[in-house]
């Protein structure tokens, strides 16, 4: 196999990062994908850092394992938190999370600089959008909040309707208050939040503009992959699906997330707890 065929490795905690598989497959058809999804552990965004670091380096090292020329953090808790560890121990293939490409695409198309962010309680608490916007353009102000009840609602297939209505109005009610100016921004940090991305435009209003860390993710890693020349010419690349628990509940799960057909005879379940920090 030629390096440029090798799988792009993607990981997550559970079912959410098929969004960012998605966005993969749209933009980059040719590339083979292995994505492995830690539902075993599932939820990150109420974990530690400490926890999260140590799933997030366990999955690293099983898909190393598997011979990948890239990895894709999908997963924005554990974006927030290993990306820099994960390119420190494997510096030999590119390592990218989410948040970057979230933090870039938010700078890009914000008219006031007046930003909001929602993610898990963990990415919110650890600063990480926050300080990678801030980091772009110093005189941003930025206001996040934790929506992780948006995780329960996506992975119930609730993406719209009244109840969700009200529920994501409630949760969104202290980025909406924001006057003078109100925020211009709202980035989706989290993997299940493109689930919601209309109910959620809906309760912001049409002047806040969404911006989906999948997408602005996928397109880094086409960027990355075309500069180093790495990029997989070929017609169709294939998928392996790999998960921690359950492959049943996964595929089910995943009718709400994944643009494809995915029978749990596809997925194989796999025990990552003994790759070692090493
Ligand atoms: N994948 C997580 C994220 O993007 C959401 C689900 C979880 O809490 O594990 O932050």
Redesign the pocket.
């Given at each position: 196999m030629t390096d440029a065929a090798l799988p792009i490795g993607v990981f997550?905690?559970?079912v959410?990062?098929l969004t960012v598989l998605n966005a993969l497959r749209e933009k980059l058809p040719g590339e083979n994908l292995i994505y492995l999804g830690d539902t075993a552990r599932?939820?990150?965004?109420?974990k530690s850092s400490l926890s999260v670091t140590r799933y997030a380096e366990q999955a690293a090292a099983c898909l190393i394992d598997r011979k990948i020329k890239l990895l894709v953090i999908a997963?924005?808790?554990a974006s927030a938190v290993a990306v820099e560890p994960l390119q420190q121990k494997y510096p030999l293939i590119p390592v990218m999370g989410v948040v970057g490409p979230g933090a870039d695409a938010c700078c890009a198309v914000s008219k006031n600089r007046h930003i909001g962010v929602i993610?898990?309680e963990s990415?919110v608490n650890n600063q990480a959008y926050q300080q990678a916007i801030l980091k772009r353009m110093p005189d941003a102000s930025v206001a996040a909040q934790s929506c992780?009840l948006f995780?329960a609602l996506a992975e119930e297939g609730w993406h719209e309707g009244e109840l969700v209505e009200q529920i994501v109005a409630k949760c969104l009610a202290p980025l909406k208050q924001i006057e003078s100016p109100a925020i211009d921004t709202l980035v989706l940090g989290?993997?299940?939040f493109p689930a919601l991305k209309e109910c959620i435009g809906k309760v912001m209003g049409a002047d806040v503009v969404l911006v989906d860390s999948a997408q602005t993710t996928a397109e880094a890693v086409r960027e990355e992959l075309q500069r180093s020349g790495m990029l997989n010419q070929a017609d169709a690349g294939d998928v392996e699906f790999l998960v921690t628990d359950d492959p049943q509940r996964f595929s089910r799960v995943a009718e709400h997330f994944f643009e494809g057909e995915l029978t749990a005879g596809e997925i194989q379940q796999v025990d990552i707890q003994h790759f070692d920090k090493g």
């Open positions: 997550d905690s559970g959410g990062g599932v939820p990150y965004g109420t997963c924005n808790t993610a898990t990415t992780s995780v989290c993997t299940h």
